[in-house]
């Protein structure tokens, strides 16, 4: 499967973007799929994932403030930011994978598949 991420872009502290991650070449709906994040200097680190059971996990600093959903109908992930803060500026990848297992769904090296990436900036 091949994943296009999309959606970033520059916003205020305290703004919203959604993001889009559309998946082609395989069916959303056998895959488990997961946003991450890295900014400059850092490790890419989990941001939330949703399972082809719709079980959903964040990671701490962003619950409450984003909310990832799938369409399956459109072969396609979201991530819905709001409130956005300044530390969440970031490359934001897309990610899928169809062998998870719950336990793992927040760890990069359960993912095979990645997009290329969508920059955020969060700025005023």
């Known amino acids: 499967v091949q994943l296009q991420a999309s959606g970033g872009g520059l916003m205020q502290p305290g703004g919203s973007l959604r993001l889009a991650c559309l998946a082609s070449?395989?069916?959303?709906?056998?895959?488990?799929m997961a946003w991450f994040r890295q900014s400059a200097g850092k490790e890419r680190e989990f941001v939330a994932a949703?399972?082809?059971?719709?079980?959903?996990l964040y990671e701490d600093d962003v619950k409450g403030r984003f909310t990832i959903s799938r369409d399956n109908s459109k072969n396609t992930v979201y991530l819905q930011m709001n409130s956005l803060k300044v530390e969440d500026t970031a490359v934001y990848f897309c990610?899928?994978?169809?062998?998870?297992?719950?336990?793992?769904?927040?760890?990069?090296?359960?993912?095979?598949?990645w997009g290329q990436g969508t920059l955020v900036t969060v700025s005023s």
């Open positions: 990610a899928a994978s169809s062998r998870t297992i719950q336990s793992s769904i927040h760890m990069a090296n359960a993912y095979a598949h």
């Open positions: 070449g395989g069916t959303l709906n056998t895959y488990d």
């Open positions: 949703i399972r082809r059971s719709f079980y959903t």
